[in-house]
């Protein structure tokens, strides 16, 4: 029943009710918390357009969408860019469907090129969307040991992280956002990929305080090789954002970072462990795949309004392999101060 539903605007009296909303709600996501909207406005500069579903002056819906504005990436509305989930939480499919359809009227007014919700799982549709992702993510439950967190790990995989822990390798969970940004921004541009700003690590971890975390490796030296910052939520830790230096291959530092992930996190009380999405096919995908964890394609959908095609934003899309040969070879210094300006149009 629809009746007495009205959609508005979130405004920030509602930001305690619409947490508590997400954190009852069964399909409720880290993604989906109005801390992103304090993240993205003040990191990315772009502009928030929560709408909220109410009935008798309680919430029955939410829909974190985000207004995204380049001359050369388009103008969308997403939920949520940066994010690897999204869309519509609701009470029912009648308010879920009312709240898309004002996600299309704000895009219509807007003038965007096409409104994009990054749904994790299918949904029955109304309106005009399509499926629009190459994406899978994949996940595990926690084992109650680190022997049988390990075992747990497939055969070939679960080898390179007993070698890693031959390594001589160290670790610390100590919140030092500034660390894992400088490991992380170099394991992105080798991947030809423009970096985040800096202000992005250091505003999760002040907006999310104890939800987000950081870990990073050190080799025999003391120097860092691996990193991660992690998302904790409800029982589920989410390595989210995570790479490694040159020496990390050699040293299997990144394996080591994760299997250790998964026993801070147990301890922790989590457990869940999900490995975040990947390009289907990609070095990424491979590579979690290597794990043995379950595997799920994500389901995006997006609504064309003035755009006439689906957008490619894909490294694998043809016009941008030029400037990702270029990026691999750019100085890192370089690369970071450069980096924001495009990345804030790729999440």
Same mark, same amino acid.
């Given at each position: ?6 959609? &508005? ?17 069964? $399909?409720?996501?880290?993604?989906h918390?109005?801390?992103? !909207? ?5 990191? +990315?500069?772009?502009? @928030? ?5 109410e ?10 969408l ?6 050369? +990436? ?6 949520t ?19 898309e ?22 949904? @029955? ?7 629009? *992702?190459?994406?899978?993510? +994949? ?18 995989? &679960? ?34 990929t ?8 250091e505003?999760?971890?002040?907006? +999310?305080?104890? &939800? ?9 030296? =003391? ?14 830790v989410? @390595?989210? !954002? ?12 990144? $394996? ?6 998964? *026993? ?11 490995? =975040?999405?990947?390009?289907?096919d ?18 995006? &959908?997006?609504a ?21 040969g ?22």
């Amino acid at each position: 029943m629809t009746q007495n539903l009205q959609i &508005r605007k979130m405004n920030h009296q509602d930001m305690s009710a619409w947490d508590n909303y997400v954190d009852n709600h069964q $399909d409720g996501t880290f993604f989906h918390l109005t801390g992103w !909207y304090h993240v993205i406005k003040s990191v +990315f500069k772009h502009k @928030p357009q929560y709408l909220l579903a109410e009935q008798d002056g309680q919430i029955v819906g939410v829909l974190p969408l985000f207004e995204q504005k380049s001359n050369f +990436f388009g103008h969308a509305l997403i939920s949520t860019p940066f994010c690897v989930y999204g869309g519509v939480l609701a009470d029912s499919d009648a308010v879920r469907h009312k709240l898309e359809k004002s996600a299309l009227e704000l895009g219509h007014s807007l003038k965007v090129d096409y409104v994009e919700l990054r749904d994790k799982d299918q949904r @029955p549709s109304e309106g005009p969307w399509v499926s629009h *992702c190459h994406h899978a993510t +994949f996940s595990s439950i926690l084992n109650e040991t680190p022997d049988q967190i390990l075992t747990d790990i497939k055969r070939k995989q &679960r080898a390179v992280v007993r070698h890693s822990l031959k390594n001589s390798l160290q670790w610390d969970n100590q919140d030092n956002t500034s660390i894992c940004y400088d490991v992380y921004s170099q394991s992105v541009r080798n991947l030809g990929t423009p970096v985040f700003n800096k202000k992005l690590f250091e505003s999760l971890k002040q907006t +999310f305080g104890d &939800r987000c975390e950081t870990l990073v490796i050190h080799d025999q030296e =003391g120097t860092p090789v691996s990193s991660v910052l992690s998302f904790y939520y409800k029982d589920t830790v989410l @390595p989210y !954002y995570g790479g490694g230096t040159n020496d990390a291959r050699d040293l299997k530092s990144n $394996d080591y970072m994760y299997y250790q992930l998964m *026993c801070i996190a147990k301890d922790k009380g989590m457990t869940k462990f999900d490995f =975040g999405r990947s390009k289907k096919d990609s070095g990424s995908y491979q590579y979690k795949k290597h794990w043995g964890m379950q595997e799920d394609s994500l389901n995006y &959908r997006i609504a064309l309004i003035k755009a006439k095609d689906l957008p490619n934003l894909s490294p694998n899309n043809p016009k941008y392999k030029i400037l990702i040969g270029i990026w691999k070879k750019m100085p890192l210094k370089l690369s970071r101060q450069i980096g924001p300006q495009l990345s804030k149009y790729l999440g």
